[in-house]
């Protein structure tokens, strides 16, 4: 765990100040937030995933003196028929779109809606807001969890378990190996996404400020892990804001058995760096419209938060069947979770805005890699093979002519033609 270096911590204080002492005098109504195209520049761009989710925002945004998400509603081609409209504020300082579940749909509404032109989306911070299951090692129904890894753990091979070899401990095994729990040969780019961990560390202390939900239902269910002592201990307490790592997968898995495999999954995708802690269905789908967007200078890679609530556990406590724990018993996780969206998410996209001349607006550099695992917008993975473009990034408008691909050995063939421009992608690296 990164500190907030003590340069940032005197930024935010000075900001602070500024900004109490800006309470005094009546606030103006916000001019429009526009770049010089006229086009609307979202300070904050929310990322749900479906009606509760969002509706949160809708219902509660207002009170909080930001603005009504419903005061605008835009269409635009290849938004989800369910969710056919991206909502923004008055003056589009806050903007918010649903992408329907699962990975399909949330690749294709986030490419809707940065190449719909119709936002300057470079200045643009994106936060993922969504619930999730937990997992009861690291957090509990309400926790809220703050991300620097994404994980597509379904990328995989798998087994029927009856099917499986005796020496497997569980029917998923990476991309060109011949046993679980090894590192994939064949990579398919979305494997594991990492964003920026200084920014990371700056939603995680403006989202402890917020007030979480909780509720004695929610409480009963959590004591069901008590009696497996220290591994399931984060389970028994009270929600908090954690920092741990999200899965992503269509698959919506539950059990014991596959959110170990999932655990070891994450860890050796990311290195050892990585702990999983909650499991969707969007999150690195949404991630690599991102990359690919940032790869054009459309977005800013380092400006993405990854925030999920835990709604459900992954897996049974002690005593339960998983098929009880999954369809059965109400674990009573769920309104707590999507709250908890509006309490830390909140929380946060006030801290941006109100301090974002002094520090957002110019960015927060990052301190670590940021991107996915082909090193696409420059340095080097810190995780995986290693970077496809010798750590250079990929140029914008297929400029990097090259044929990218690793041999047997995992050496990267084909070389990088040109060199990047002096665009700033994502803060530096
Ligand atoms: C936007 O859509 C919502 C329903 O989704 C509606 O309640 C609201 O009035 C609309 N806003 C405008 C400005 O038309
Ligand atoms: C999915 O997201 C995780 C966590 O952000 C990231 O580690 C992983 O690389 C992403 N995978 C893909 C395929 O984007
Ligand atoms: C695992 O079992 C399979 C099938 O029996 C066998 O072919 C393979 O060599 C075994 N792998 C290891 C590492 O023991
Ligand atoms: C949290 O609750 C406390 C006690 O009720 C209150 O004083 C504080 O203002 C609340 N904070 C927020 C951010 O709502
Ligand atoms: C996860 O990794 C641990 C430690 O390497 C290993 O003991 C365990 O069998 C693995 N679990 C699964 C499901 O592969
Ligand atoms: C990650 O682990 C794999 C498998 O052990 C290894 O080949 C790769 O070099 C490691 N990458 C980094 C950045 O440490
Ligand atoms: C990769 O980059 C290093 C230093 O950045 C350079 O020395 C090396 O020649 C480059 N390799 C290739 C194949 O371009």
Not at 115 to 127: A, E, I, K, N, P
Not at 179 to 204: F, H, S
Not at 364 to 379: A, Q, W
């Amino acid at each position: 765990m990164r500190l907030l270096s003590p340069a940032l911590v005197a930024l935010l204080a000075f900001c602070q100040i500024a900004s109490v002492a800006g309470a005094a005098v009546p606030r103006r109504v916000q001019a429009r937030k526009e770049n010089s195209n006229g086009l609307p520049s979202p300070r904050f761009f929310i990322i749900s995933m479906f009606a509760p989710e969002a509706d949160i925002w809708y219902t509660k945004l207002p009170s909080s003196g930001l603005g009504d998400l419903l005061a605008r509603n835009i269409s635009t081609p290849g938004l989800s028929m369910l969710y056919p409209h991206i909502h923004c504020t008055e003056d589009y300082s806050i903007c918010q779109v649903t992408t329907g579940e699962a990975e399909i749909n949330a690749a294709a509404t986030i490419t809707a809606v940065v190449l719909s032109h119709r936002f300057d989306l470079t200045q643009t911070y994106w936060m993922v807001g969504g619930i999730a299951g937990v997992n009861p090692k690291l957090g509990t129904l309400g926790s809220v969890a703050l991300s620097r890894y994404v994980i597509q753990v379904a990328l995989q091979y798998e087994f029927d378990a009856r099917e499986m070899p005796d020496n497997f401990t569980t029917g998923y095994f990476s991309y060109g190996t011949y046993l679980p729990n090894q590192y994939p040969t064949t990579i398919y780019g979305t494997e594991v996404i990492e964003v920026n961990d200084a920014l990371r560390e700056i939603a995680y202390t403006f989202a402890t400020q917020a007030n979480l939900s909780d509720n004695e239902e929610g409480a009963i269910y959590r004591a069901k892990y008590v009696p497996e002592g220290m591994p399931y201990a984060a389970a028994t307490q009270k929600p908090s804001v954690i920092k741990c790592d999200s899965a992503t997968s269509d698959v919506y898995y539950s059990g014991t058995m596959l959110g170990e495999a999932f655990e070891n999954t994450t860890r050796i995708w990311t290195n050892g760096t990585g702990a999983y802690c909650m499991t969707a269905q969007e999150d690195n789908a949404s991630l690599e419209v991102l990359v690919r967007m940032a790869i054009e200078g459309l977005v800013d890679f380092s400006r993405v938060i990854v925030m999920r609530t835990g709604s459900d556990f992954d897996r049974p406590p002690p005593g339960v069947s998983a098929f009880e724990h999954l369809r059965v018993l109400d674990q009573n996780g769920f309104l707590i979770a999507i709250d908890n969206i509006y309490n830390a998410g909140v929380a946060i996209a006030t801290g941006i805005l109100s301090n974002w001349e002094c520090t957002f607006q110019t960015g927060i550099k990052p301190t670590n890699y940021i991107g996915d695992i082909f090193g696409s917008l420059g340095g080097q993975p810190d995780f995986g093979p290693g970077s496809l473009t010798n750590g250079t990034g990929f140029l914008p408008g297929g400029q990097s002519t090259g044929v990218f691909r690793r041999d047997a050995e995992g050496n990267v063939r084909g070389k990088m033609m040109g060199s990047k421009t002096s665009r700033s992608i994502a803060g530096a690296h």
